[in-house]
């Protein structure tokens, strides 16, 4: 009689265990807002060093830090992206066998 009434209760245990990693999985997603925060970092780094030196808009070196700064952000973006859908697949596979 024991051993039946425990039954549910662990089912149940289990199934709220697996909606809370559901949950967390969900909430680990990326965001546009990251995107966005990561830009606004840059722009205030290359604005921090334009007013800690101001004669450092006259050279080239300037834009020559501004396009590598952005290049590598977007290919950390593209990297990003990339191995967030081979997760969400292999997510899809799990979820299905």
Do not use: W
Request: charged share 30%.
């Amino acid at each position: 009689m024991k051993k039946n009434q425990d039954c549910p209760q662990a089912l149940f245990e289990d199934m709220s265990r697996k909606e809370a990693i559901l949950k967390e999985f969900n909430s680990l997603r990326p965001n546009n807002k990251r995107r966005f925060y990561q830009i606004i970092g840059m722009l205030t780094a290359v604005v921090f060093l334009i007013y800690r030196y101001p004669e450092i808009i006259e050279q080239p070196v300037l834009y020559i830090f501004l396009i590598l700064m952005m290049s590598l952000s977007a290919e950390a973006h593209v990297q990003n992206k990339r191995i967030n859908k081979r997760i969400d697949l292999l997510h899809k596979l799990l979820k299905e066998e």
